[in-house]
C-alpha cells in the first residue's frame, strides 16, 4: 500500500530535478540548432556545440582538422551566436572528440 499519493507530471516536472535536466537539454537543443544555422552542413555533422560556460563557446569536432575549419571561421560564428540575447560568445574553446554522436 502507498504512504504517499502519487503526484502527477506536472508536479514532478515543476522545480525539480526533472524540471532543470529538461531547461538543460532545452538549451543545448538551442545552442545545437543555432550551430547548424551558423557553420556549413558538412561541419555542422562533424562537429556539435556543447555548452556557453560565461562568455566561451564550447565546441566538440570530430578531429583536428574540423577544428581547424571551425578556427577559420571563429570570427563569423561569434558574430552569429551574438545575434541572440542569451549568447554573449567572446571566445570559442574546441575539444576533440572523436566518438562525436
Known sequence: MLKKTPKSVQELLSGSTLSRLQATDAKHSRLQTMWGQ?????????????????????VYARSGAWATRIRLLQTHIMRKFNEYPDAQVRSLDIQIKPTLE
Not at 49 to 55: K, L, P, R
Open 38 to 58: 551558423t557553420v556549413p552542413a558538412d561541419l555542422a555533422a562533424n562537429s556539435r556545440c556543447f555548452s556557453v560556460q560565461g562568455q566561451t563557446l564550447v
